[in-house]
C-alpha cells in the first residue's frame, strides 16, 4: 500500500512540473521570503530535497502551498510580499540510501542571496562551497536551518585538543632544542534573535602549555590561559544598524612566571578584568560587526600585590584597581571561503584619550574531517597604559601558535 501511494505522489509531482514547465508567460525575479513552516516529520527515512524550481510571472499572488500531507515531509509556504512573484515549490522524496547522494541545488546560493538583501533577519538553508563532497554535512546544514526557523535562539559549542611536537637528538648537525605544546579550547555561544531585539552571550576557556627548555626553574611554562565572558545585547534602530550595550568579562586560572624568576606574571582570578561598552553596532553582512562606544568602561583588579607586578597593568602605587573611562571599538568578522576553512578576526581599541590599549586576533581554523582540524593564531598586541620605569617606552607583543588535533563543533 505505501508503495502504491509513494508511486501515486511522484506521479502527481512530475506531472506538476511539466504543467508549469509548459506556460507560456515570462520568468520573474526572486522571491521576497521562504519559509519553511514545519519541520518533517520522520526524517530518517525521508528527505526534503530538490526544492525551488522554475518561477513563472502572475499577478495579485499572495500566497502558494503544495502540501503533501502530514504524514509526509510536512509543506512549504511561499509568501510574496511584491505582489508580483509566483512559486512553485516541489518536494520529492528519497528513501535514505539516495538521500546521502543528493545536495542542495546551486540555486539556493542565489536564492539566499537575495533574501538577506530584502530581509536581512530571516533565516534561510545555506549552501556553503566545499573542497569535499560531504552529503551527510549538507543533510545536517539543512535540518539545523528548518530547526532554526522554528526558534529565535541559536547555540553551539567547540571543543578543540591540539597539539605541536618536534624532537631534536643532542648531536644533530643543524642544532636545535626539542619541544612540544598543547592547546585546549572549550567555546559555547547562545543567543537570541528577535526581528528588533538580539541578545549574545559568549563563554571561552582556554589553557596551553609548552616545554621550556631556556627556563632552569621550571620545565613547562604556560603559554595560554584565559576564561572570558562576553554579552552584548543589541536593539535595531534602522536598517543594519543597531543601539548596542556589551559586557565583558576576563581573569586567569593558573601561574604564569617570568623565566628563570619566580615574579608571578599572572596568578588565579588575577588580575580580573570587566570591560563596559555604550554605544552603536553596525552589522552590514552576516558573521561581520563593527561597535563603536563612545562611552565605555575598564576594570582591572589584582589580587596579589606582593608577587605581581600591578603596574604592568597600569595601576597605581598603594592602589589594587584600576578605573577607568573612555572610548572603544570593536570589530568581528568570521568568514568561511570554504567550509573547510574558518576565518575569526577580532580587533578590539580602548582609548581614555590618554593612552591606548589595541589587541588584533586573527584565527584560522583549517577542518581535516568532524573531528580533527588544524588551527593558525596570530595574536599582535600594543597597550602603553602600562607603567614603564624612566624613558622606557611600550613595545609591540606577539604570539603566534601553530598547532593540530581534535575538534568538534555540537549545535
Not at 501511494?5 to 504543467?19: D, H, I
Not at 541545488?105 to 538583501?117: F, I, P, R, T, Y
Not at 585546549?184 to 582556554?206: A, C, H, L, M, P
Not at 593558573?254 to 570587566?274: E, G, Q
Request: net charge neutral; with cysteine.
Amino acid at each position: 500500500m505505501k508503495i502504491k501511494q509513494l508511486f501515486l505522489l511522484f506521479s502527481f509531482v512530475c506531472a506538476a512540473n511539466l504543467l508549469v514547465a509548459q506556460t507560456d508567460t515570462i520568468p520573474v525575479s526572486w522571491l521576497d521570503t521562504v519559509r519553511l513552516q514545519d519541520e518533517p516529520a520522520a526524517v530518517s527515512d525521508t528527505w526534503l530535497l530538490d526544492l525551488i524550481q522554475a518561477a513563472q510571472h502572475t499577478t495579485n499572488v499572495d500566497t502558494t502551498d503544495l502540501f503533501f500531507g502530514a504524514d509526509t515531509l510536512g509543506y512549504i509556504m511561499v509568501d510574496t510580499l511584491s505582489g508580483d512573484t509566483l512559486w512553485t515549490v516541489a518536494q520529492v522524496l528519497a528513501r535514505d540510501s539516495v538521500r546521502r547522494e543528493m545536495a542542495l541545488m546551486d540555486s539556493l546560493k542565489a536564492l539566499n542571496a537575495q533574501l538577506e538583501e530584502q530581509n536581512h533577519d530571516v533565516p534561510v538553508i545555506r549552501v556553503q562551497r566545499s573542497l569535499v563532497k560531504d552529503a551527510e554535512e549538507d543533510h545536517r546544514d539543512a535540518m539545523r536551518a528548518i530547526r532554526n526557523m522554528h526558534t529565535p535562539w541559536r547555540k553551539e559549542a567547540t571543543i578543540i585538543a591540539q597539539m605541536t611536537q618536534n624532537y631534536v637528538s643532542p648531536n644533530w648537525y643543524q642544532g636545535g632544542v626539542s619541544s612540544f605544546a598543547v592547546l585546549s579550547i572549550v567555546k559555547g555561544q547562545i543567543g537570541y534573535y528577535g526581528d528588533r531585539f538580539t541578545w549574545e552571550n559568549t563563554g571561552e576557556w582556554r589553557a596551553g602549555g609548552s616545554t621550556a627548555k631556556e627556563d632552569t626553574l621550571r620545565y613547562v611554562a604556560c603559554t595560554d590561559d584565559l576564561f572570558r565572558l562576553y554579552s552584548k545585547a543589541n536593539y535595531k534602530a534602522v536598517n543594519k544598524l543597531y543601539y548596542s550595550f556589551s559586557a565583558e568579562f576576563e581573569t586567569r586560572f593558573f601561574k604564569t612566571y617570568k623565566p628563570n624568576t619566580m615574579t608571578l606574571k599572572s596568578a588565579p582570578f588575577s588580575p580580573v578584568r570587566m570591560n563596559l561598552a555604550l554605544g552603536i553596532d553596525y552589522k552590514p553582512m552576516e558573521g561581520m560587526s563593527l561597535s563603536f562606544s563612545p562611552l565605555a568602561y575598564k576594570m582591572i583588579h589584582v589580587a596579589d600585590t606582593v608577587n605581581m607586578n600591578k603596574a604592568d597593568f597600569g595601576i597605581e602605587v598603594g592602589k589594587k584597581t584600576l578605573n577607568d573611562i573612555g572610548s572603544s571599538i570593536r570589530f568581528e568578522y568570521v568568514w568561511k571561503p570554504v567550509r573547510e576553512v574558518v576565518l575569526e578576526t577580532k580587533f578590539y581599541m580602548y582609548t581614555n584619550y590618554k593612552k591606548v590599549e589595541l589587541d588584533l586576533e586573527v584565527n584560522c581554523d583549517f577542518i581535516i574531517n568532524r573531528f580533527f582540524s588544524a588551527r593558525l593564531m596570530l595574536h599582535p598586541r600594543y597597550d602603553n597604559t602600562v607603567i614603564l620605569d624612566g624613558q622606557e617606552k611600550a613595545k609591540l607583543q606577539f604570539k603566534e601558535l601553530l598547532s593540530i588535533g581534535f575538534a568538534h563543533k555540537f549545535r
